[in-house]
């Protein structure tokens, strides 16, 4: 725990396949676009859209561990592990994700099948080979020429213990008490922040982890995704029904901050956070 008063770097979480399982290590290469090796990869279906566990919860008991080469291990129930190498030079294709038309590069056909085999439906592992084909943030919240790769629109998301700890509290206090409490891995964030008050990221403007300064740019409004159990894939109501009754700021249900890096580097588990506004 950390000292009273000093908040800290609790734990890193890094996703290589968007909606798949994450990995969580000691520290990562913080990028302009993201963390290094996040999201670069995601799965697309016929039409060229992106699949995520919105569309299929299965995916959360999926894994990819990274590889030095940039490739990754693919493991998940029932499905013979299998190796991914990064795509040589290809033709890109366009796909979408979240209305935003992107350029990417697909993985070989052995990936396409292996997916497909998994779900149950015709999908596609595609690779975001080029940073150049990132994507713009939202102008509202970004400067120009900020990217994020193929994170939901920011390029990380930050959460606190304490906002968890006393979400966990009103569920406890709901009329289904007994989905709770819940992990922080259903909120699938970046950076989970120890030694703060609850909902003390509410108030935060820019914030330093370790020698990386970010702006919190925006809260996080959360989905389905977040009601989908990461070890079973089962699918229950909260937090979505008590976020609509405590955390609700007109349509959105927020938990946890979406964060743009100022600077490149790298941090670390146990990095002091300071609140710089």
């Known amino acids: 725990m950390p000292e009273p ?4 770097l609790q734990s890193i979480h ?16 913080v990028e302009p676009w993201g963390p290094a090796g996040d999201r670069r990869w995601m799965l697309v279906d016929a039409a060229g859209t992106a699949v995520t566990q919105r569309q299929q919860p299965r995916l959360a008991l999926a894994g990819a561990e990274p590889l030095s080469d940039g490739g990754i291990r693919l493991s998940a129930p029932g499905c013979e592990p299998l190796t991914v190498r990064v795509p040589g030079p290809a033709a890109a294709i366009g796909v979408r994700l979240f209305g935003d038309k992107i350029e990417v590069v697909p993985a070989h056909a052995c990936a396409h099948t292996w997916f497909s085999t998994y779900l149950g439906t015709e999908v596609r592992l595609v690779h975001l ?17 900020e990217t994020v790769s193929l994170a939901d629109g920011y390029p990380l998301l930050v959460t606190t213990a304490a906002s968890l700890d006393a979400l966990n ?3 406890a206090q709901g009329d289904l ?11 699938r964030p970046s950076l989970v922040v120890a030694g703060v008050p609850p909902w003390a990221e509410d108030d935060w403007l820019r914030i330093a982890v370790g020698d990386i300064p970010f702006r919190v740019v925006k809260p996080c409004g959360r989905c389905v995704v977040t009601t989908t159990d990461q070890h079973t894939a089962e699918r229950g109501k909260e937090p979505l029904r008590t976020l ?3 955390r609700r700021v007109d349509s959105d249900l927020l938990f946890g901050q979406n964060l743009i890096p100022e600077l490149t580097g790298v941090i670390r588990v146990g990095d002091p956070v300071h609140i710089l506004e």
Do not use: N, W
């Open 14 to 29: 890094v996703y290589p396949v968007k909606s798949l399982a994450g990995q969580a290590p000691d520290s990562v290469v």
């Open 5 to 8: 008063g000093r908040a800290v």
């Open 177 to 187: 008490p007994d989905e709770g409490p819940l992990p922080m891995d259903r909120f």
């Open 244 to 246: 609509a009754r405590h």
């Open 169 to 171: 509290s009103l569920i």
């Open 129 to 145: 080979d080029d940073p150049a084909r990132r994507r713009t943030i939202d102008p509202r919240y970004a400067r120009p020429g």
